[in-house]
């Protein structure tokens, strides 16, 4: 599936409950995400996610518990409900991320980054085969914004990321403000990052907001997208135009006009019209 | 330097559970890492009680982070509520907060170890002078004003 990541979507935003009415009034609207793990297996979907469908609106379900770089095999039966989201909501994909949630009978709560070695890149090919193998769409994989890093990296990010890809067919969501925000904080250059990663890998692109806290860029979903993340959507789509790019947003959810600004700026950068 | 299942477990217990830091990793980092777990971990309490959030103001953040430093989530709801339980038990439970845990503990078994189930009979809770009747699931509170 290298280098045919599907049709082209535009520019969207992630469904969440809080916001349906604000999504569903999005005349251009043609791709959103919803995450997986808030969704029963068997179904129904919500309302105002059905509705989205029958508009012809792709829904893409974005798992955010599977813990695929967890050294232990994946959940069979977080896989199996992930994989009926998928079909439930006739997704042209599904994704995941490069990170692990749970280790040792603990939930870390959040996604944490895996050390870059050799060891983990096995462990996070063999679960991603173990979900691919009851998916029926291609699986998108999520590079995260990490706090810290492992002190024991045998890979740099771009390899790290690539070997996962190459060896699992994976498509790549890039997340463009995780780039910003891993670049910042390590003090390297992100545009440098874009460079060296398979763009034309690409199923689609998150973009979302973040402030920085202790000294730290924290990516927090909370807050306004930063002209800094919406240039970098910029340099990526002069490398390489996605087929989508979405906006996430997770709470302390500002006015419509705020959010819809958000929506047509990345809209500018990115070139694909207006959806508002 | 051990497996990656022991290691990433070893990570976990530092964030979540106040074990020591594995070697290697920058302290103030993870420090970072683990007060913003606490602070997403806090809403998600926040969500599930939200008057347990409000009534503390600016204790909330605090109180919660001490007491989550050294025990890992169950859950927004339980985490909640053992904390509510905890501070009802010394005597610093706001009074909204404190109606708040009687309307929960109305309609629900919760034993603190096992996930909290449905009351199928009536029960009677209180909290200070307000009293909360749950019957097949419809809660009342009963404010009782004496002279």
Not at chain 1, 129 to 157: C, H, M, Y
Not at chain 2, 88 to 94: I, V
């Amino acid at each position: 599936m290298t280098g045919n990541p599907g049709p082209t979507y535009g520019v969207g935003i992630g469904w969440r409950p809080e916001i349906a009415g604000f999504v569903a009034d999005l005349p251009g609207l043609r791709f959103t995400e919803v995450i997986a793990e808030s969704l029963p297996g068997g179904g129904p979907l919500p309302p105002a996610l059905a509705a989205l469908r029958a508009r012809g609106v792709a829904v893409v379900p974005h798992g955010v518990r599977l813990s695929l770089g967890g050294a232990e095999p994946v959940d069979p039966a977080r896989v199996r409900h992930f994989a009926e989201v998928a079909e439930l909501l006739g997704a042209p994909l599904a994704s995941e991320h490069i990170a692990f949630v749970r280790a040792g009978g603990l939930e870390a709560g959040h996604l944490l980054p895996l050390p870059r070695t050799r060891e983990a890149v096995d462990a996070m090919v063999a679960n991603v085969r173990r979900v691919q193998a009851e998916l029926a769409v291609p699986l998108a994989l999520e590079p995260i914004a990490a706090i810290f890093d492992w002190p024991d990296d045998e890979l740099d990010e771009a390899g790290f990321i690539t070997e996962i890809l190459d060896r699992t067919g994976a498509l790549l969501l890039l997340d463009v403000a995780n780039v910003y925000a891993n670049a910042r904080n390590r003090g390297t250059d992100p545009v440098a990052l874009l460079d060296r990663l398979p763009l034309e890998r690409i199923g689609y692109v998150h973009v979302a907001g973040g402030r920085a806290h202790d000294g730290i860029y924290h990516d927090t979903h909370t807050d306004p997208v930063p002209d800094a993340v919406l240039d970098l959507v910029t340099e990526l789509c002069a490398r390489h135009r996605p087929p989508a790019l979405l906006l996430e947003r997770d709470g302390d959810y500002p006015p419509a006009a705020a959010l819809r600004g958000e929506l047509d700026a990345i809209a500018e950068a990115s070139g694909y019209p207006t959806i508002t | 330097m051990g497996s990656l299942a022991d290691r990433q477990a070893a990570l976990v217990a530092t964030l979540v559970a106040g074990a020591p830091l594995p070697p290697g990793f920058d302290d103030r980092l993870v420090g970072v890492a683990r007060s913003a777990l606490l602070r997403k971990r806090a809403g998600e309490v926040a969500r599930h009680w939200p008057m347990l959030a409000a009534t503390l103001q600016d204790r909330w953040l605090p109180v919660f982070a001490d007491w989550a430093a050294v025990r890992p989530t169950r859950g927004g709801l339980r985490d909640g509520w053992d904390l509510a339980r905890q501070l009802a038990a010394a005597g610093d439970l706001p009074t909204a907060a404190a109606e708040e845990l009687a309307v929960r503990e109305a309609g629900w078994r919760y034993d603190g170890t096992t996930a909290p189930r449905r009351r199928r009979w009536p029960a009677l809770r209180h909290a200070g002078r307000t009293w909360v009747l749950q019957v097949a699931g419809r809660v009342w509170t009963l404010p009782l004003h004496r002279r």
